[in-house]
T-cell receptor
Framework: DAGVIQSPRHEVTEMGQEVTLRCKPI?????LFWYRQTMMRGLELLIY????????DSGMPEDRFSAKMPNASFSTLKIQPSEPRDSAVYFC??????????FGEGSWLTVV | GESVGLHLPTLSVQEGDNSIINCAYS??????FIWYKQESGKGPQFIID?????DKRQGQRVTVLLNKTVKHLSLQIAATQPGDSAVYFC?????????FGPGTRLSVLP
């Protein structure tokens, strides 16, 4: 199993541009999480899905952020418009019910 | 004033010695705990887990201890190696979510 796959691994974009981060979870894992990691705040949960349904999006910073999970094998996190303060590492992670969560290698976003 | 960033606690250990990394968790309802290792430029990697009905669990060179009375978790690494240098996070699960600690940086000295 290839694990959780994220793309792009690195992105540099200009302020105001739309950013789309992608995640392919491990097959059969029914929970999916999006985290953001910064030096200021550490690892923060943005949103998580269970069986493709968003369960808790209270961590999503504001309306500029949106996440979707159209099917069990794909999720996106979109930022529109992006701002410099969105610069961070964004991790997708997944789990089976009641069990360990596994992280992808992250998408390193820089907004200039 | 506003902090300029997380100041991670750092543990410096001589190669070959044992390391003990501590974590205080916050929610007495948490029933599952995990330790993760994060190397520079990579995602957090699962090391070992423990459920609340246990107080100790051993893996290869690692042991996790859970003290529910004082809400304390520790990770012991035996015979620490240079490859163990990383940031270590504990995570607790109070509900369907996981809550992560701020992390501890382990530095292995030659």
């Amino acid at each position: 199993d290839a694990g959780v796959i994220q793309s792009p691994r690195h992105e540099v974009t200009e302020m105001g541009q739309e950013v789309t981060l992608r995640c392919k979870p491990i097959s059969g894992h029914n929970s999916l999480f999006w985290y953001r990691q910064t030096m200021m705040r550490g690892l923060e949960l943005l949103i998580y899905f269970n069986n493709n349904v968003p369960i808790d999006d209270s961590g999503m910073p504001e309306d500029r952020f949106s996440a979707k999970m159209p099917n069990a094998s794909f999720s996106t996190l979109k930022i529109q418009p992006s701002e410099p303060r969105d610069s961070a590492v964004y991790f997708c992670a997944d789990a089976t019910s009641g069990n360990t969560i596994y992280f992808g290698e992250g998408s390193w976003l820089t907004v200039v | 004033g506003e902090s300029v960033g997380l100041h991670l606690p750092t543990l410096s250990v001589q190669e070959g010695d044992n390391s003990i990394i501590n974590c205080a968790y916050s929610n007495s309802a948490s029933d599952y705990f995990i330790w993760y290792k994060q190397e520079s430029g990579k995602g957090p990697q699962f090391i070992i887990d423990i459920r609340s009905n246990m107080d100790k669990r051993q893996g290869q060179r690692v042991t996790v201890l859970l003290n529910k009375t004082v809400k304390h978790l520790s990770l012991q690494i035996a015979a620490t190696q240079p490859g163990d240098s990383a940031v270590y996070f504990c995570a607790e699960r109070p509900d369907q979510n996981f809550v992560f600690g701020p992390g501890t940086r382990l530095s292995v000295l030659p």
